[in-house]
């Protein structure tokens, strides 16, 4: 998508000038993305993140119901590639701080705990950033309101260089 958009659009195509946000499976695929290609993008908002914050354990549980005869090897090494723990735990600390961070999850959430989890994961690991839990569940209002506070964070990145 991005060379779609770089080469019909008038755009800036330095990593400086490029952010990337989601919410929830959004916000899922923009952790995971991120942290894949932490040198495309200067900032990542993922919102209410769901997808790809289970344990291990939960994430072979959830496979087994819907293929009971995929194996834990073929879980795990998916785990290794899409699962944000995974991904947070082992990447280089380095990586994940080359992207500016902001984590946004509503108190009424049922992911809340997961996105709390991710918040205390990346402070273990010592990569930076913005996290906020703030009155709401997983609905288009609360990413509404959500949305003011992420542009003007992304707004930000694009003025650190």
Not at 4 to 19: G, L
Not at 114 to 143: C, Q
């Amino acid at each position: 998508m991005i060379p779609f958009i770089e080469k019909n659009y008038r755009v800036r195509s330095e990593k400086r000038f490029r952010a990337i946000a989601g919410l929830s499976m959004g916000g899922g695929g923009t952790l995971i993305y991120a942290l894949h290609k932490p040198e495309v993008f200067a900032a990542a908002c993922p919102l209410s993140t769901g997808n790809g914050l289970q344990d291990i354990d939960s994430t072979k549980k959830m496979y087994k119901k819907m293929n009971p005869t995929i194996s834990d090897e073929n879980i795990e090494a998916w785990c290794q590639k899409y699962n944000g723990f995974e991904l947070v735990n082992n990447v280089a600390a380095e990586k994940a701080k080359a992207v500016r961070w902001y984590i946004d999850c509503g108190d009424d959430d049922v992911r809340s705990e997961n996105n709390s989890k991710l918040h205390i994961a990346m402070n273990t690991k010592g990569i930076p950033h913005e996290f906020r839990v703030r009155d709401g569940g997983h609905t288009w209002a609360y990413w509404r309101s959500a949305l003011p506070e992420v542009l003007a964070f992304v707004t930000q990145s694009f003025h650190q260089l």
